[in-house]
């Protein structure tokens, strides 16, 4: 990794952060109607799961072509959802997804691809 890029990302950040913290810190946030206020608070999950499975799914080839990697990842994020949904707790699904993961992997079920 080049060290550039955290400087790339420290700018990023501060370009892009304002921009987005405006309409969450502005006063009246709070007058918005409920649906918007729970759209709101669903950003970052819904953010992080399309992250999530755009790097569990998606993989390059060594000739730089992208396909769609089936594997024991996904179950791990599935895991992941059901602990969430149950527990109501982002960082015990993402453990426990982290988990099944590490845990196919080192028993040699889940090869990296």
């Given at each position: 990794?080049?060290?550039?890029?955290?400087?790339?990302?420290?700018?990023?950040?501060?370009?892009?952060?304002?921009s987005?913290?405006?309409?969450?810190?502005?006063?009246?946030?709070?007058?918005?109607?409920?649906?918007?206020?729970a759209?709101?608070?669903?950003?970052?999950?819904?953010?992080?799961?399309?992250?999530?499975?755009?790097?569990?799914?998606?993989?390059a080839?060594?000739?730089?072509?992208?396909?769609?990697?089936?594997?024991?990842?996904?179950?791990?994020?599935?895991?992941?959802?059901?602990?969430?949904?149950?527990?109501?707790?982002?960082?015990?699904?993402?453990?426990?997804?982290?988990?099944?993961?590490?845990?196919?992997?080192?028993?040699?079920?889940?090869?990296?691809?």
């Open positions: 990794m080049n060290i550039g890029f955290a400087g790339l990302a420290v700018l990023m950040a501060a370009v892009t952060y304002p987005r913290a405006v309409a969450l810190l502005a006063p009246g946030i709070d007058r918005l109607p409920g649906w918007a206020l759209y709101l608070r669903l950003v970052g999950p819904a953010v992080l799961a399309a992250l999530a499975a755009v790097n569990v799914l998606v993989v080839g060594a000739d730089g072509r992208t396909s769609i990697h089936i594997g024991l990842e996904p179950a791990a994020v599935a895991v992941g959802v059901a602990i969430v949904a149950w527990r109501r707790n982002l960082f015990l699904g993402i453990l426990a997804a982290v988990i099944v993961t590490a845990v196919t992997r080192a028993a040699g079920l889940s090869p990296l691809p």
